[in-house]
């Protein structure tokens, strides 16, 4: 081992990550090197000392956490598994309510948030706005690719094709706009729209896959879930039970397996005409 | 349906395990935001996404670098942008520090010049000197000098790969010894040490082995 060398691996060696043949072989390069030697000693003494005054500055009754961050925790935990509890038997609506009431308690869930991008991309949808592109679902990814900071998948759904496509946004977030034909119940055509946006910062209260939320916009229906940083949002004047089945027979794309997640089944109907959050899996 | 009993378990599972470490993750999280409004909602935030990922945590693996993968990732995502880099100039009142060096007794200094300058510095010295490393090098110092877990750990912690953590944290810490050294070398306590630079350890590795 050279001087150079050693200098270089100097905190691997103080930090006890060498080898034991390769600390023997240090140590034997330091045994007749003093100035490496005088070296070691001096940067050993500069680690020991950082981390000895950084500890007590860390360790100080200022740095510890506050009890009332402990509590916050706390009460927070507790709630969520209340809410767990009943996650997917209130109405939707009663869970935003009830979202509401607990983001008193803490300040991640803004009251509202949620029912702000709900709107947003209903009232988008109803603009109905010309198409950029009319392609088939592999090559409209491709079109989007580059246009937006993120990539978008675009989900298939039974008995429904692809009308158009076009780059549009939900409030501030900038989305791909994927307009579907769907042949609804009765032989009548009905346009749904899909937005896909990046959500990394969590500002959109969604659920992850396989839930995914129902609520209603401006005489919409709008189903809204989310697979890590990206939200999807499903406007249509669908009702929840074709909804419930279009996405339940769709090739939704997604990172993590369906099957593996273990959701237990409602014993209970829905009481009819209401919406619910629904998991793919019933 | 969900089964309630179930889920206590997993809250009492999560209280034991996650709210042990608040105090750790709390002070990571004031060296990281450098202010406590900041760092409680970092901690807070980190405790929630522990809390809905907890059914990904592997039982029986590392708690606590799980809990700082998660503190890394959501301060990385959501409030670096908001925190202002201070300087590394800032970091630290530079009077408040000159004042203890010029007092020195001459003879202890040249007995112990280490020493000497490490018994005058306090630890808020090195914490703000820490505070003013580039953010890359501060968050590899915080995870091996203040929470001492593994370049291994702290791979996993930052994901990516081990020999990027050893070359951050030598540069995290030259830096840190530069930053924490200018005061005493204007006083002539301490003689300039050559800086030198890593060295790659996988290729030191492969020449020992070829050579």
Redesign the interface.
Known sequence: MTCDELEGFLYVYLDGEFGASERVELERHLASCPSCARKVHLESAFRENVRRLAKEGANAPSARAPESLKRRVQSWVRQEQQRAAFRGWVRAGAAAAALVAAGGAYFYVRPGARAGYIEAAALRHAKSLPFEVQRDAPELEAWFKGKLEHSVRVPTFPNTTVAGARLSNVKDKQAAYIAYDASANGGRTTRIGLFVFQDSDRDVPAQALPSVELDSSHGYNVAIWRDREIVYELVSDLDETDIRQMLAQSALPHRRSLVNEQRPAPTTSPPAGQVQPVSLQH | ????QS??R??QE??ALA?AH??P???AA?RLTKN?RDA??L???T??RA??FFDKFERGTNIKAWLFKILTNTFI??YRRRVKERSVVEGIDRDAVHERFVSRDATDVAANP??YF?DR???????RA?DGLPIDFRLVVIL???Q?F??KEIAEILECPVGTV?SR??RG?KL??KT?RDYALGQGVCRS??T????D?SD??QR?RTG
């Open positions: 349906m969900f089964n309630l889920s206590s997993m809250k999560f209280e709210l608040l105090d993750l709390y002070s004031l406590e409680e909602d901690v807070q935030d405790c929630m809390y809905r995502n959501r280490e020493q490490f510095l306090l630890s808020d010295d090195v914490l820490i091996a000098d203040l001492e593994s370049y050893m944290l030598f810490r840190l010894q924490l040490e050559s030198g630079a890593p060295v350890l030191y590795r020992q």
